[in-house]
């Protein structure tokens, strides 16, 4: 893992900032011992229709944002720089992009430009914004399944 510091951040409470410069596509940290579930928690990443991880250690401190520095591979179980970083920059990822449906959906603080507004996971979110993002396997299937049943 890249060096990190976990910092109270005003509106989502403690998160993560990068304590290093990192380029786009730089490892930021890798899961492991991580605990595995059928079912979402508070705190876990979903890595398949029916699979969840918890107990990620500092990894659970990566917050959310519509607008965000990092991605979860969940393939590889890393977390990626979706973009050029500088210390201090907080580390977040959009969680649709793993999510289908959050335990415990919440008010987006993020305030970008394309702010979801309420999080809720990918169920609920138009396919036109999930596009804008990097989905993991499960969630662009799931969205497939949900666009093709609603097709007229």
Do not use: K
Request: with cysteine; net charge negative; proline share 5%.
């Amino acid at each position: 893992m890249v060096a990190v510091r976990i910092v109270d951040q005003p509106g989502t409470g403690l998160g993560l900032v990068t304590e290093v410069a990192l380029r786009e596509g730089d490892v930021v940290a890798s899961i492991c011992g991580a605990e595995y579930r059928s079912h979402p928690t508070r705190t876990s990443i979903q890595i398949a229709d029916d699979r969840h991880m918890d107990g990620l250690q500092v990894v659970a401190y990566l917050n959310h944002s519509c607008d965000p520095g990092t991605y979860v591979d969940v393939r590889a179980l890393t977390v990626i720089a979706a973009r050029n970083l500088v210390p201090g920059d907080a580390l977040t990822f959009f969680y649709p992009s793993t999510e289908w449906a959050m335990a415990c959906p919440f008010v987006c603080a993020c305030a970008s430009d394309g702010c979801l507004g309420r999080v809720h996971g990918a169920q609920r979110v138009p396919t036109a914004v999930l596009s804008r993002y990097r989905l993991s396997a499960h969630i662009r299937e799931l969205v497939t399944v949900r666009d093709a049943a609603a097709a007229p």
